[in-house]
């Protein structure tokens, strides 16, 4: 999946160090963004074949980000991971019924990324 390009999508610097570290070792492209409103700006920019996408940010957070990318025409097929620690079923709920592809929680296993990764990207 080598060439691949990703939009990892989440405020917190710490958290993105720790999901391209993981993302790094597949030599993945990496694109970044802060917040919702600068993921859907990237999202145009960079046409990336996948999205992981945080849910509390400031701004726009990762639900409605990902309504947005799910209905917008260039970008509607594009897979979202949603990664976040908003771990109760009802946000796994209120992330797949606003388009998410897969919804993982945080703390999360490198493997469990990576593979949800490798899914999504087919």
Known sequence: MAGKKILVVDDSPTELKIILASLQTKNYDIVTA???E???KQAHAESPD???LDVVMPKMDGF???RKLKTTDNLKDIPVIMLTSKNQKTDEFWG???GADEYLTKPFDEQDLLDAVARNLG
């Open 34 to 36: 802060n917040d919702g």
């Open 38 to 40: 600068e993921a859907l």
């Open 50 to 52: 996948l999205i992981i």
């Open 64 to 66: 409605q980000a990902c």
């Open 96 to 98: 797949k019924k606003q």
